[in-house]
């Protein structure tokens, strides 16, 4: 497989970062995402060129063992009320 560029591998680690959206929300809601300069950018290329590879070979990864408890989280469970009560 050809290798992208960094900055196409490296801007989605940058966006999908926890940091990022936190700090950036109100920003978010009204224009579009802004790329910052981060020092360690080739370090978020690295990391978004192996998200990248996950996203177009999803079909071939091991499946992920999961273990069905019959438990729905509690924040899932409050917006399904909030739904029902609008």
């Given at each position: ?10 801007s ?8 990022y ?41 091991k499946?992920?063992p ?21």
């Amino acid at each position: 497989m050809r290798v992208p560029h960094p900055s196409l591998t490296g801007s989605p680690a940058i966006l999908h970062h926890p940091e990022y959206g936190a700090r950036y929300a109100a920003n978010l809601k009204r224009e579009l995402p802004r790329i910052p300069f981060v020092p360690e950018f080739h370090q978020y290329a690295k990391i978004g060129a192996a998200l990248m590879q996950l996203h177009i070979d999803y079909e071939q990864q091991k499946e992920y063992p999961l273990q069905r408890t019959g438990k729905r989280p509690a924040q899932l469970a409050r917006r399904e009320d909030e739904a029902l009560e609008r």
